[in-house]
């Protein structure tokens, strides 16, 4: 079945450093997101990609929809502690319209050290 | 908007025993997704409805387990006969197909422990 593999699985980080990982399936996506989430909690949507090539911000976050369509990453730019969380990039078969099921990575782990 | 809310938050349970979760989506959302969530995994998908018609199941989705949506509006996941393999954290989302794109915004979370 498909799978996302995603890198890298945690990461320690002086605060103000620049952070970016990423997602490769073995699959085509026509739709790849990325969510945050906290100990405890549900995830909470970061960006949303639907177009092959998209390059999408959202604040000092940045994420790219792969050419291929078969890659995503996400970049954070200039980390702060509240950056610490869990990242999970997802991929669907659908397009931008269409629901159906997601595909999640297995999540980086981000560590800020004031 | 309330965004989707997830009933109970934890449960704690003996094996053998049944279990119901509830889940309310964000009004008007048409879309609603169940997902179970293990420690240090991404969320892996349940089951999936559009308004009360449920459109697909995995194979994760055991005879044990069963989801409705009666009225296309809350959703029940049941699981009969729990056992420890199950406890995990069932994760809530939905979506609409009403809007120019379908984005899946997730609940808190059922933190499921089987004794």
């Known amino acids: 079945g498909q799978q996302l593999n ?55 976050l940045t994420a790219q929809f792969g050419i291929t369509r ?45 | 908007d309330t965004g989707v809310s997830q009933d109970p938050r934890h449960k704690i349970t003996k094996r053998g025993q049944n279990v119901t979760f509830r889940c309310d989506p964000i009004s008007e959302h048409n879309r609603l997704y169940w997902y179970r969530q293990t420690l240090g995994q991404g969320p892996e998908f349940l089951t999936y409805f559009q308004n009360e018609a449920q459109l697909e199941k995995s194979r994760l989705l055991s005879d044990r387990f069963s989801a409705e949506r009666p009225k296309g509006s809350f959703s029940t996941l049941e699981i009969q006969r729990t056992e420890q393999g199950d406890s995990a954290m069932y994760l809530c989302a939905s979506s609409t197909s009403g809007g120019s794109t379908d984005t899946q915004y997730f609940g808190p979370g059922t933190r499921l422990t089987v004794l």
């Open chain 1, 70 to 114: 078969k890659d995503s990453f996400l970049n954070i730019s200039a980390s702060i502690p509240s950056d610490v969380g869990i990242y999970f990039c997802a991929g669907r078969s659908g397009t931008y319209n269409q629901g159906g099921k997601l595909i999640f990575g297995q999540g980086t782990e981000l560590s800020v050290k004031p």
């Open chain 1, 6 to 60: 995603q890198s890298p699985q945690s990461m320690f980080i002086q605060e103000g450093e620049d952070v970016s990982m990423n997602c490769t399936s073995s699959s085509i996506f026509n739709t790849w997101l990325w969510y945050k989430q906290d100990p405890g909690e549900g995830p909470v949507l970061l960006i949303a990609l639907y177009k092959a090539g998209e390059l999408t911000s959202n604040g000092r």
